[in-house]
């Protein structure tokens, strides 16, 4: 199974963009990029998704580079209550492995 | 409302004394799946069911049982809990997609925290 690296932690003034990368070096063709959080003392929740093209939705957007070996999520600007965990995970069509590691810690400072 | 419903969310219970985690699903979701998380080590995979009658382990699977008898329910089942099991346990589960050539979401639980004294 690929796997992900991801910092620790990151630290973002509110009202500011953050970007959160994630690695994935030995990302297969049809892995796609999933992002999770994890808002404290509450169970993960889907942010957004994506194969190869950059996508955007209501609470983020995902900027995939061109080789796919790296992704990063965008919060156009965070707030206070954006701060949690943000997990990079990828998924196989058919194998359903939803495989987290131990994320990004995001802090907002106000 | 959409959601994925554990219990009990809070339980301590001592070694060996069986005890069972639940998990119900509105969404008629076909995959469902079982995480412990703990401190440092992230959200680990126990057993994931992919629909009724099938099961499969994930990462950590040493001590737990699971049954899918039902599409909406997949209990977690510890035979003989020790105290290495304390830990915050999610639920989580998802539609197959009728196109193979993308991944769904996983919806998850609150979590059920569970001390094993």
């Known amino acids: 199974d690929a796997k992900t690296t991801q910092p620790n932690s990151m630290e973002s003034n509110e009202e500011e963009p953050v970007h959160l990368p994630c690695n994935h070096s030995?990302?297969?063709?049809?892995?796609?990029i999933h992002w999770y959080r994890q808002l404290p003392s509450q169970g993960p929740e889907y942010v957004i998704h994506?194969?190869?093209s950059n996508v955007n939705n209501r609470m983020a957007s995902l900027a995939i580079a061109e080789d796919r070996k790296s992704s990063t999520l965008i919060l156009h600007r965070a707030t206070l209550r954006d701060a949690a965990v943000y997990y990079c995970?990828?998924?196989?069509?058919?194998?359903?492995?939803?495989?987290f590691g131990t994320g990004t810690r995001l802090k907002v400072l106000a | 409302e959409a959601q994925v419903t554990q219990n009990p969310r809070y339980l301590i219970t001592v070694t060996g004394k069986k005890l069972t985690v639940t998990c119900s699903q509105n969404?008629?979701?076909?995959?469902m799946s079982w995480y412990r998380q703990d401190p440092g080590l992230g959200l680990r995979q126990i057993y994931y069911?992919?629909?009724?009658?099938?099961?499969d382990k994930g990462d950590v699977p040493e001590g737990y049982k699971v049954s899918r008898k039902e599409k909406r329910n997949f209990p977690l089942i510890l035979e003989s809990p020790s105290p290495n099991q304390t830990s915050l346990y999610f639920c989580?589960?998802?539609?197959?997609?009728?196109?193979?050539?993308?991944?769904?979401?996983?919806?998850f639980g609150e979590g059920s925290r569970l001390t094993v004294l």
């Open positions: 995970i990828l998924i196989r069509p058919g194998t359903y492995k939803y495989i």
């Open positions: 030995t990302i297969s063709g049809t892995d796609y």
């Open positions: 969404m008629n979701h076909e995959y």
């Open positions: 069911s992919m629909n009724v009658e099938v099961t």
């Open positions: 989580a589960s998802t539609t197959l997609s009728s196109s193979s050539s993308d991944t769904g979401e996983l919806f």
């Open positions: 994506g194969l190869t």
